[in-house]
């Protein structure tokens, strides 16, 4: 599970912004450390806390609890949310589109300004986009006459009629963000977007509104691009954050002349002055909470031919096999592998016990995300444990504590027991796990809430693209591109539209023989 290398002797400066687009939130507050844990020792510390406490089933393996119903039906009723699976990876795929550091793991002595966002921080899909068809042109079509048709290049799954991303002969995706490839799940998520630009710019020519090529491009991404954070703001958020942060934190209000304008209401919490920046606390702890929420494994489709089917459950990672009968990715799809979507999200034609649910937000991480492969050479590595390595990153980039920043934000902290650390980004899992019962499994207590409503609606603001800024009034239902045949699934334009839009397999008619 590649999140770009690990930051440990990097140090984010505590200036509130700087060159490289990253920078703070609290930044008068205290950097948090364990107590009388020398910082040689640090790394023993997570690890022995992180193997201990912050495993859902310790000493099982993924393959294990996927083929054993007993234990994958009790892990799954102690664990599970009300929250679709699907929307795991959406987070994920978001994250992508915001935030990338690269730099390079344990340089104790590099330089603070190496400390830089290589993803532009709006909801722009460059993950999808790329720098363009100009600067990147090896992931757009071409006619025969090597004329930019608008349309993103594609792939296909050997002798099936399923689509793959594009990729090179060793296997690996031609994508804008290769970290899109990571999992069979957001590779497909990434799949769904590259194919709903397609439909959008034949749409745009088909109604007379472009001409194929440039134009018919410019109006495709725009859609897309609106479509995406309209789902990202009233979809993904209401589902994790608290509703009354949520709506305090971007709202629509009258101005002069009885115009209609978003203001935030955090700008407390996230301001800037000219550009928006990537909080560290975001990006470094409130977003990683998505951690707790993916599965061990995943039914993918129901086609029993193609070596998938109801009851077969596919591990997420699994270390433990050399055929690689798991989701992990950077290699073509298969037909085994593909999802049918009313199995990850709620659609009119899920039923039973579908779609699958993502785990809740909690301290403990599934065990498939409890040994990655991230450094091979040494299974030890702190690399490779994924709740230690969240801990020290926390550590290293000299973030605040937990109740620290409650105290900054006004709320009460919660209790943390006296072997718990005060990290910013275990005490978010620790925050939504000690909600009352209903909630518990479906959202994120003050602070998560808050700094990502501040950062979503803050992006949002700053972004001179967004709808926000340049139709305020702009709803799906009035896009031009955008049909009533895409918005048919519970909810107001969810991120179901964007799967109905690409015509990915969404039920079980697609897998019929």
């Given at each position: ?309 109801f009851g077969k459950f596919f591990p997420l990672f699994d270390l433990e096999t050399d055929v690689k009968n798991d989701l992990s990715g950077f290699r073509p799809l298969a037909a085994n592998r593909v999802i049918q ?115 979503f609606a803050g992006l949002l603001k700053g972004d001179p693209r967004s709808w926000i800024n340049v139709q305020p009034n702009w709803h799906p239902d009035q896009d031009v591109l955008l049909e009533a045949g895409d ?27």
């Open positions: 599970m590649s999140h770009g290398k690990l930051l440990l002797g990097v140090i984010a400066l505590q200036s509130q912004s700087y060159s490289g687009n990253f920078g703070r939130l609290c930044r008068n507050l205290p950097p948090w450390t364990p107590k009388d844990v020398p910082e040689h020792k640090l790394e023993e510390h997570f690890l022995n806390f992180a193997n201990n406490e912050m495993v859902e089933a310790p000493g099982i393996s993924p393959s294990e609890i996927a083929s054993n119903d007993a234990l994958r039906e009790r892990l799954d009723a102690e664990f599970n949310s009300r929250i679709p699976a699907g929307y795991t990876y959406l987070g994920q795929f978001i994250d992508h589109d915001i935030t990338l550091d690269i730099t390079p793991l344990s340089e104790a002595d590099a330089d603070p300004n190496k400390l830089h966002n290589f993803r532009t921080p709006r909801l722009d899909l460059d993950c999808i986009y790329g720098s363009g068809p100009d600067v990147q042109p090896y992931l757009y079509e071409q006619d025969s006459n090597g004329k930019f048709t608008g349309r993103m290049l594609l792939g296909e799954i050997n002798n099936t009629s399923f689509a793959d991303l594009p990729r090179n002969q060793a296997g690996l995706a031609i994508i804008g963000d290769k970290r899109n490839d990571e999992n069979a799940v957001v590779a497909q998520i990434q799949l769904a977007f590259i194919k709903a630009h397609n439909e959008l710019v034949e749409r745009s020519v088909d109604t007379g509104l472009a001409r194929l090529g440039a134009e018919a491009f410019s109006h495709a991404r725009q859609t897309l691009m609106w479509l995406y954070q309209w789902i990202v703001w009233n979809d993904f958020l209401k589902r994790i954050t608290d509703s009354g942060i949520h709506q305090c934190a971007l709202k629509k209000s009258k101005t002069c002349g009885n115009r209609d304008i978003w203001e935030l209401g955090l700008g407390d919490i996230y301001n800037w002055k000219q550009h928006p920046f990537m909080p560290v606390e975001f990006s470094a702890a409130a977003y990683r909470f998505g951690h707790s929420m993916a599965r061990n494994s995943y039914q993918t489709n129901n086609s029993v031919q193609n070596g998938a089917g979507w009313d199995w990850f999200l709620d659609m009119k034609s899920s039923s039973g016990p579908f779609p699958q649910r993502a785990r809740k937000i909690d301290t403990r991480l599934s065990n498939a995300l409890a040994r990655l492969r991230e450094d091979p050479d040494d299974p030890t590595s702190v690399r490779n444990v994924l709740a230690a390595r969240n801990l020290l990153r926390g550590v290293k980039m000299k973030l605040p504590s937990g109740p620290d920043v409650a105290h900054k934000f006004g709320f009460q902290p919660i209790e943390l027991a006296p072997q718990e650390p005060h990290s910013l980004w275990y005490y978010i899992l620790k925050e939504a796990a000690t909600l009352p019962l209903e909630e518990t499994d479906q959202q994120l207590g003050n602070v998560g809430s808050t700094i990502l409503c501040a950062t918005n048919q699934d519970p909810g107001d334009w969810t991120f179901a539209s964007i799967i109905r839009l690409s015509g990915l397999p969404v039920d079980a008619t697609s897998f019929t023989p």
